[in-house]
């Protein structure tokens, strides 16, 4: 039992944290035909496209800043119900931009619903933009120009995410560099749909200091021994994985092997109800599949507090809360 561990998350797409209850309300709301991707309470998509293309449909039911707020504040109500002391959104104004909604009624909505939830529970949050890869190299440019100018304290890092099997990273890399130049912290994703070229060119080319996924980095050992070397966080998602077939099952899913071989990672839901997870599930997963110890969880949980794209103050003060626990 995973669920009086403190728990944190750096990873998880604002938009696919919505749960299908909720984006039909919406749908109903707005009068817009959401069979095709809805059904039985669930999301319907095979692969990745075509999951792409459901979250893409899910992102189009919220088109107003109320409606960003809600669905944040939802999803940081459930997490703080399961002891999730931190959490980073990834929020991508572009998907905003597609229904008519400005970048900053987008983040202003998002921003309003992460507050009202630390209100409420006290749950820590931080929003982390994301440039679409799928959408071109020029999108993701203009995204990380707007986002080196837009300053909002709750708006910390930078990340890609997208369709990693379009473009090179190298593609990307003045967008990144824009944005580190702006103090942003950032991550990309990587070794996810590809294997460790993407993680190795990603190391090369944005100098990241978490990687999203990064998992079939494991296809190179000097490339693991790279990462453990340089402190590199991983973004793990068990579930988003098995579900989006990275890996044929658990059994073969290299987390553990990452932890032997002392790369530095954490426990991610990234699009929960699209993989029926949660930040919960993963914690189960983490202790009953892959059987790591309640230590070795909360080490986990200290990597995600230790690279929170936060100010010093407020990760001493969630690394205190998180000791407290361990005693207690
Ligand atoms: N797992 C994932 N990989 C890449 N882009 C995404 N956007 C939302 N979820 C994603
Ligand atoms: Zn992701």
Same mark, same amino acid.
């Given at each position: 039992?995973?669920? =009086? ?13 919505? +749960? ?51 669905? $944040? ?19 991508? +104004? ?6 008519? !909604? ?5 983040? *202003?909505?998002?921003?309003? #619903?992460?507050?009202?939830? %630390?209100?409420?529970? #006290? ?14 190299? &020029? ?13 909002? +304290? ?7 995410? *997208?369709?990693?099997?379009?473009? %090179?990273? $190298? ?10 130049? $702006? ?5 990309? =994703?990587?070794? &996810? ?16 200091? %978490? ?49 032997? /071989? ?9 699009? +929960? ?10 914690? &189960? ?21 230790? /690279? ?10 969630? !690394? ?9």
């Amino acid at each position: 039992m995973t669920s =009086h561990l403190m728990k944190a998350e750096l990873h998880c797409h604002v938009e696919g944290a919505a +749960p299908p209850a909720l984006t039909l309300a919406q749908a109903e709301k707005y009068g817009i035909d959401s069979t095709k991707f809805v059904r039985d309470g669930g999301y319907l998509w095979q692969d990745f496209t075509s999951f792409i293309d459901c979250y893409d449909f899910v992102a189009s039911v919220f088109r107003t800043a109320e409606d960003y707020a809600a669905l $944040a504040e939802a999803y940081l109500g459930e997490l703080a119900a399961a002891n999730t002391i931190y959490s980073e959104l990834f929020i991508s +104004p572009d998907h905003g931009e597609a229904v008519g !909604l400005s970048p900053d009624d987008y983040v *202003g909505g998002l921003a309003a #619903g992460v507050m009202a939830a %630390r209100e409420k529970t #006290g749950i820590e949050c931080r929003m982390i933009i994301i440039g679409e890869r799928h959408l071109g190299p &020029e999108s993701v440019l203009r995204r990380a120009e707007w986002a080196a100018k837009f300053e909002h +304290p709750l708006v910390t890092g930078f990340n890609m995410a *997208g369709e990693e099997r379009m473009h %090179r990273v $190298a593609d990307y890399a003045r967008a990144f560099d824009i944005v580190r130049e $702006a103090g942003l912290g950032i991550t990309i =994703h990587a070794g &996810e749909l590809c294997g460790a070229f993407s993680v190795a060119d990603a190391l090369d080319l944005v100098r990241p200091s %978490r990687i999203g996924h990064g998992v079939r980095a494991i296809e190179d050992p000097d490339l693991v021994k790279r990462l453990a070397d340089l402190g590199t966080v991983l973004e793990v998602c068990p579930g988003s994985n098995i579900s989006l077939k990275v890996f044929p099952d658990y059994e073969s899913h290299p987390l553990r092997r990452f932890v032997e /071989a002392g790369v530095r990672v954490t426990l991610n839901s990234d699009d +929960p109800p699209f993989f029926h997870t949660s930040l919960a599930q993963e914690y &189960e997963t983490a202790s009953k599949v892959f059987g790591f110890s309640d230590a070795e969880i909360n080490a986990m949980t200290r990597t995600a507090l230790e /690279a929170a794209f936060v100010d010093e103050v407020t990760r001493k003060s969630l !690394l205190a809360k998180l000791l407290a626990a361990d005693w207690g």
